[in-house]
């Protein structure tokens, strides 16, 4: 050893130990996300011990869609229900092998079989003719007087009408024929009884024009109450609902809970109010009051005179800012009364109607209605950019071509997601950078 670092060593005091001293925090701000993904992994977790359950019983199905039946219209219903409780995209093989043998051979005595097997084949895109109804005709040419006791097969008749295509005035006869009757059976039937749920939920809004996952829930709920419903099928489309719940809640919380702070880096900052707006009016949509709200007024002449919606909607509809465009277009249909229209719950009146004498005369509810809907989709056309315009073709409602480009651009892509998702991250390092400092 050195002397001199040994000297040095021997005159060092001893050095006593010091209380422990509490370190600062940095005072982080809470997570915006909350426990939500902890408390998600659980319900991984849980989803991964029912997978087997679940792959069972859609095994169990494909067996039952395709055994032999000595009732092949027992096999049409079986698959109407899988369809309205919105599980068909997992039999869809199945399903389309028992329409061939259905289009190919098939044909059905009653009412309610035929309508539905016309329906069914017109939604997978056969080419289901309507003249298979003229047996429910008369020697007049009018649907049998018989046919008005069978409310079962007028509300099925009822939903195949409205797969009508240009020049089939067989089906708009139909139309008008199952409208007018179902409307007095409604008054007839129990207001608590299964089938007055479906022929007001109907009445209210036909099976076409409504939202799948919309009509699926609604769906559920009826078919869980029929006492002949399959065990098999109610458990199946519970779990299929849960599960796309469940994602969608993901996705719901990564869009609705960004932070203003965060929101003025990833957009121009006088878009920004506008966003927000649109994403609080998206979660508040399964909640906000009915369109009835609003009282539904005729729209004179007066009212409904603005061409140029320029001024009024200065945002033109490309295919990434739908969110925008719809949070700056619905102040325009609350307004005009128009809301109505779009959401469904004013549907298209039957365009002639039953006179007194039993004649079909022009229907006045149906003019009107007509009108205001061609306003209104001149309006939203109005508002489209040139590389969305090749979307509004064969469209001649308001109402199928909102649906449509609803379909088409609410959804963010996925490729526009993670650019989001690098965009957030980025930011958010920012913000705790500057924290620190």
């Known amino acids: 050893m050195f002397p001199a670092l040994a000297s040095d060593l021997a005159q060092t005091p001893n050095i006593t130990a010091t209380p422990d001293v509490t370190q600062c925090s940095a005072n982080f701000s809470p997570s915006i996300w909350g426990d939500h993904f902890l408390s998600y992994a659980s319900m991984e977790a849980a989803d991964s011990k029912s997978k087997k359950h679940v792959q069972d019983l859609k095994e169990e199905l494909k067996r039952m869609i395709m055994a032999p039946t000595k009732r092949p219209s027992q096999k049409l219903h079986f698959i109407n229900h899988i369809q309205r409780l919105g599980v068909s995209y997992h039999f869809e093989d199945e399903i389309d092998q ?145 599960t796309v719940q469940k994602l969608s809640s993901v996705l719901s919380v990564s869009l609705y809970g960004i932070r203003g702070h965060l929101l003025h880096r990833l957009i121009p900052s006088s878009s920004t109010f506008l966003f927000l707006q649109t994403l609080t009016m998206a979660t508040s949509t399964s909640s906000s009051p009915p369109s009835s709200t609003f009282p539904l007024v005729q729209a004179s002449s007066s009212s409904m005179q603005v061409q140029n919606l320029g001024p009024v909607i200065p945002v033109r509809l490309t295919e990434t800012n739908y969110l925008l465009w719809k949070s700056v277009f619905l102040p325009v249909l609350h307004k005009y009364r128009l809301l109505s229209i779009v959401d469904g719950s004013e549907p298209c009146p039957p365009e002639k109607v039953l006179s007194s004498s039993g004649d079909l005369v022009p229907n006045d509810a149906f003019i009107s ?69």
């Open 98 to 242: 028992i329409l061939q043998q259905v289009h190919r051979e098939e044909e059905y005595d009653d009412l309610c079989t035929t309508a539905l097997s016309f329906r069914l084949l017109r939604q997978h895109g056969y080419n289901a003719s309507c003249n298979m109804f003229n047996k429910f005709k008369d020697g007049d040419g009018k649907f049998k007087e018989s046919l008005v006791n069978d409310v079962v097969g007028l509300l099925s008749l009822y939903e195949a009408s409205h797969l009508q295509m240009p020049g089939e005035d067989l089906l708009n006869e139909a139309l008008t024929f199952s409208t007018a009757h179902l409307m007095s059976a409604a008054h007839h039937l129990s207001s608590s009884s299964q089938l007055s749920k479906q022929v007001t939920h109907a009445l209210y809004q036909p099976l076409w024009k409504g939202m799948p996952r919309i009509e699926a829930r609604h769906h559920l709920s009826i078919y869980q109450e029929d006492d002949a419903h399959n065990e098999t099928l109610l458990n199946f489309a519970k779990f299929d609902f849960n």
């Open 369 to 437: 209605w007509f009108e205001r809907d061609q306003q209104l989709l001149i309006w939203i056309n109005s508002t489209l950019s040139d590389s969305v315009l090749p979307y509004v073709i064969g469209y001649t409602h308001a109402r199928d071509l909102w649906l449509n480009l609803e379909a088409r651009f609410a959804g963010l892509s996925q490729a526009h997601l993670l650019h989001l998702k690098s965009k957030l991250q980025s930011a958010k390092k920012v913000l705790l950078l500057s924290e620190l400092r």
